[in-house]
């Protein structure tokens, strides 16, 4: 079967950096997102990795290594908006969409 | 205006009523689809359409049914809403040219009592 892992919640500190990791297993691969999604509302794009490395976008950044099924997005300089669910999301050989289930980031002051 | 514009944005209803949520997009995008969230999971696909005489099944289509009236309007219908239904319903849209990233409308809570 097809499986998305990335941590259920996870805490931070205001001004720190917090790295979020999924690993996945899916029938091919066609390229990784992240979302975030704050509460009660909708999921918006954060990043999206088709070829292995980082790609960086002010203060978030994404890694992906496909030879070992994994992703980080990276976050720096936290701020307490960045509290939210993270959902990674890989789209497998038929172009489907396979979502983890989010992981909730917490931060503190 | 959103781009993605879903209605009701809040539904509460009882168990047998037949329910429609509607979609509605700006964007001008061919691919549209019908997820719902529940705590805990991930979004799961209801159904998929990649235009107007194209509709698809997805994961959790069983109690469902879709109708893809023009390219900008896609609902999702219920037609004997029962309590584990209760979920968060979200409508995106995605460009067949592009990477295939998804443009969330606000969201549908929906309650069945």
């Known amino acids: 079967g097809q499986n998305i892992d990335q941590p259920t919640e996870m805490t931070a500190t205001e001004g720190a950096i917090v790295q979020i990791n999924c690993t996945y297993q899916?029938?091919?691969?066609?390229?990784l997102f992240w979302y975030q999604q704050h509460a009660g509302e909708a999921p918006t794009f954060l990043s999206y990795?088709?070829l292995d490395g980082l790609e960086e976008k002010g203060r978030f950044s994404s890694f992906l290594s496909r030879s070992k099924g994994y992703s980080y997005l990276l976050l720096k300089e936290l701020q307490m908006k960045d509290s939210a669910s993270y959902l990674c999301?890989?789209?497998?050989?038929?172009?489907?969409?396979?979502w983890g289930a989010g992981t909730k980031l917490i931060i503190k002051p | 205006d959103a781009d993605v514009t879903q209605t009701p944005r809040n539904r509460i209803t009882k168990t047998g009523k037949r329910i429609m949520l509607e979609c509605s997009q700006t964007?001008?995008?061919?691919?549209m689809y019908w997820y719902r969230q529940d705590p805990g999971l991930g979004l799961r696909l209801i159904y998929y359409?990649?235009?107007?005489?194209?509709?698809n099944k997805g994961e959790i289509s069983d109690g469902y049914s879709v109708s893809r009236q023009a390219q900008a309007k896609f609902s999702l219908s219920l037609e004997s809403a029962i309590p584990n239904q209760t979920a968060l319903y979200f409508c995106?849209?995605?460009?067949?040219?592009?990477?295939?990233?998804?443009?969330f409308g606000e969201g549908s809570r929906l309650t069945v009592l």
């Open positions: 995106a849209t995605s460009d067949q040219q592009d990477t295939g990233e998804l443009f």
């Open positions: 964007k001008g995008h061919d691919r």
């Open positions: 359409s990649f235009d107007v005489k194209d509709i």
């Open positions: 899916t029938s091919g691969f066609n390229g």
């Open positions: 990795n088709v």
């Open positions: 999301a890989v789209t497998d050989s038929n172009y489907q969409l396979i």
